[in-house]
């Protein structure tokens, strides 16, 4: 049930950081797609710099998106050099 909630989540996540990340975008499917590798990158980063969101569904929505826009943004810059 645990990676239901994840991808979830994840969904969530890659829609809001979409619409927070004006642009060039890659499409809602895409986006979504980010938000779950989003949601990865998320966990990794707050881990690493030993910062807690707190828990729950909130929690993890904030990990997540923070973790999907910042995917969005090296890939748009990924995107743009080429």
């Known amino acids: 049930m645990e ?3 994840f991808i979830l989540i994840g969904l969530a996540a890659g829609w809001l950081a979409g619409q927070l ?3 060039g975008g890659f499409g809602i ?21 030993g910062v807690s969101a707190g828990g729950g ?7 997540a998106t923070i973790g999907a826009i910042v995917l969005l ?9 080429r």
């Open 21 to 23: 990340m004006k642009g």
């Open 57 to 63: 569904l909130l929690g993890a929505l904030i990990v």
């Open 73 to 81: 943004f090296l890939l748009r810059l990924i995107k743009r050099s």
């Open 29 to 49: 499917v895409g986006n979504i797609i980010v938000g779950v590798i989003g949601a990865l990158v998320g966990g990794f980063l707050f881990r690493f710099f």
């Open 3 to 5: 990676f239901v909630w």
